[in-house]
């Protein structure tokens, strides 16, 4: 997922170039929204843009373009997410209580994209984060104070759950392999497993969720179930003797999700911390990302006080793999490793889960949080196999999940995976098995007489979600067959436009807000779809690295926006 940075700072002398040129233009200025946005928006929190985004409005004003300039202006305007990640644990406390503060001193309420788990991405475009369980923790405990007492919406870990370690064999690894590689093979339209005895689709039997034994998603398992129980329960533990992250806490070592879950005890911290730093990649990415990763933040790190020291990225050392750092810290090309053993991906999915549990445990207590998990999208997993992730997660801790980060699935598709996700934990919750919830793919029909049967309709019972609307206006792009050796369709793909702006009022009970999670305008990466490179061949030009700002594609944004702006 590519992470991209927002930098907190208007320079004076960009704000001087853009006023100078508008100000005998006032219509402009009337076509961004003003102050009665905030109240249309629901009061959510607007970080401010870096000096790239300016200078192109700048310029397009300066060449008479005034339409897009107010179009460009107007997106930057729009309430969006801060990224954090790659920070220290006193640089990301100083930035989040910065941002909290700001946003509660206007009445309005901050996003918070949190993007430092350890092994992030597989160790591609976005990779980077904390170096092990013990750093991350104490960056969440950082975070936590951060946020102290103040509001905040919190999009926890973008990626993290819908690429876990175990996944990175299937997604490629640091190799340059792309996350939607890893996704479920859905089965389609067919019966469930609990009615045919078929086989789980991949997710489940990839990783490791039933481990632990049927008792802890509940109900009795089916046949197919019980095989892959079987053949699960096999691999579960990392073998006798195995070497384990060293700062992994010892129940932990001890092996499997199970372990995870049971690790993570009562958070110490009083809040999170948010970085205005863009995640390159949308959360639920395909390509770098299984389900829209959040692409690499831009590398302008925000200081306390609001200055920006800019760390321009390098450039990737080998222009063949699309390995480009997502993460604000991790400019550099990631180095490639010998390939994980399976214990060792095992010890690493073990160690995720409880990563992820730690920080819901110390977030979602603070007064004013709410934590929503990572769940992917519609394209990536299946509804069972990302529901045993987010249990072995600790969703039963948080308010709910976060859907399409980064990527471009349509408002129906996410809307309808939200409440299905959200149906089946509630099943789970009250004994049933995580088998028999219907998928995605089930008949929109059938699906909706099963959950009038077996779900009670009390969304005040069940976990809600929050879905990213930042680039989904036109919907996934779809590549022409063949034209592409790896077409790349979550890499800055061509004419995709802004979607619904960000609110609290969805209309939908289950649906807690629609976000711009990623920051549109910046890269998803240096997009080579299959080639040598430099040059991405769908545009003809060389992409910008994950995180910086696209000019190009920020036009499209604004161009296709659905609804205009």
């Known amino acids: 997922m590519r992470r991209r940075r927002t930098i907190p700072t208007k320079p004076m002398a960009v704000l001087a170039a853009i006023a100078l040129p508008l100000s005998s233009a006032a219509a402009v200025y009337a076509a961004v929204p003003r102050e009665p946005r905030a109240e249309a ?20 004003v300066r060449h008479g373009d005034r339409g897009a300039a107010a179009g460009v202006l107007a997106m ?15 640089e990301v406390e100083q930035l989040v209580r910065a941002t909290t503060r700001r946003a509660a001193r206007r009445g309005l309420v901050p996003v918070l994209a949190l993007y430092n788990a350890p092994g992030r991405d597989c160790g591609n475009y976005s990779a980077g984060g904390a170096k092990g369980t013990a750093e991350y923790r104490a960056w969440i405990d950082a975070v936590a104070r951060g946020i102290g007492n103040r509001r905040a919406l919190i999009v926890l870990e973008p990626d993290s759950l819908a690429l876990l370690p175990s996944d990175c064999d299937r997604a490629g690894g640091a190799a340059g392999g792309h996350p939607e590689d890893a996704r479920d093979e859905f089965p389609g339209e067919r019966e469930s497993a609990a009615e045919t005895g078929e086989e789980l689709d991949g997710d ?48 932990v070592r001890a092996g499997g999700p199970e372990d995870a879950r049971a690790d993570v005890g009562t958070g110490t911290g009083a809040g999170n911390t948010v970085t205005d730093t863009p995640g390159g990649r949308p ?53 490639v490793r010998p390939a994980p053993t399976p214990a060792e991906l095992r010890a690493r999915t073990a160690a995720r889960y409880a990563e992820i549990h730690y920080a819901v445990e110390t977030l979602e207590p603070l007064p004013g949080a709410k934590v929503y998990l990572d769940a992917g999208h519609a394209g990536w997993h299946s509804v069972t196999g990302i529901v045993g992730r987010l249990l072995h997660a600790g969703v039963d801790h948080a308010t709910g999940f976060a859907i399409n980060v980064s990527h471009y699935q349509t ?15 509630a099943y789970v919750a009250d004994g049933g098995n995580i ?22 309709d009390e969304p005040e019972e069940m976990k809600h979600f929050v879905t990213d609307t930042s680039r989904n206006g036109r919907g996934p792009w779809t590549p022409r067959p063949g034209r592409h050796a790896d077409p790349q369709p ?33 890269s998803d990466g240096q997009c080579l779809r299959g080639t040598a490179g430099p040059l991405d061949p769908e545009r003809g030009t060389v992409d910008p690295e994950a995180g910086q700002w696209f000019p190009e594609q920020a036009l499209e944004l604004v161009r296709f926006a659905r609804p205009a702006l």
């Open 41 to 60: 928006l629901n009061r959510l929190y607007t970080p401010p843009a870096g000096t790239a985004p300016y200078r192109q409005v700048t310029r397009l």
């Open 76 to 90: 930057l305007r729009t309430p969006h997410a801060v990224w954090y990640g790659d920070e220290t644990p006193e």
């Open 204 to 251: 489940v039997l990839d990783s490791e969720l039933f481990a632990g034994g049927a008792g802890v998603l509940g109900g009795a398992p089916a046949r197919a179930e019980a095989e892959a129980e079987a053949r699960l329960s096999a691999q579960a533990a990392p073998p006798v003797g195995t070497d384990l992250p060293a700062d992994l806490p010892a129940d």
């Open 283 to 335: 959360a639920g990415q395909p390509a770098e990302q299984p389900t829209g990763q959040p692409a690499a933040p831009h590398t302008d790190r925000p200081t306390p006080d609001g200055t920006v020291k800019p760390t321009q990225p390098a450039r990737p050392t080998q222009p063949t793999q699309p390995t480009q750092p997502t993460q604000p810290t991790q400019p550099t090309h990631p180095t």
């Open 411 to 425: 408002d129906e598709d996410n809307a309808w995976y939200g409440r299905l996700i959200s149906s089946c934990l």
């Open 435 to 456: 088998m028999d919830c219907p998928d995605q793919r089930w008949p929109r029909l059938r699906a909706e007489r099963w959950l009038e049967i077996h779900v009670l």
């Open 490 to 522: 979550w890499c800055n793909p061509p004419g995709r436009g802004l979607g619904i702006r960000p609110t609290t009022r969805t209309g939908d009970p289950l649906h807690d807000a629609a976000l711009w999670v990623k920051t549109p305008g910046e």
